[in-house]
């Protein structure tokens, strides 16, 4: 259980948010990352792939 309470706040501190988390908040953040972070745009691969997991896991959390 801790340990998925610490996997929450990792993959919300990724998308750069703080409470409280909303779908709407989580896709704004993950659209301004992307943005900044996409391979195609000059970042690296591996932290791009972070950011999408963080993604979909705050997603899932939130229900969405």
Known sequence: RVDEVAG???CFALL????PYTVEAVKRAYR???KQRHPDRG????????LQSAYRQAL???GA
């Open 16 to 19: 750069e948010l703080t409470p």
């Open 43 to 50: 970042g690296a691969a591996a932290p791009f792939l972070a």
């Open 32 to 34: 301004r990352l992307a």
């Open 60 to 62: 899932k959390l939130l």
């Open 8 to 10: 929450q706040q990792d």
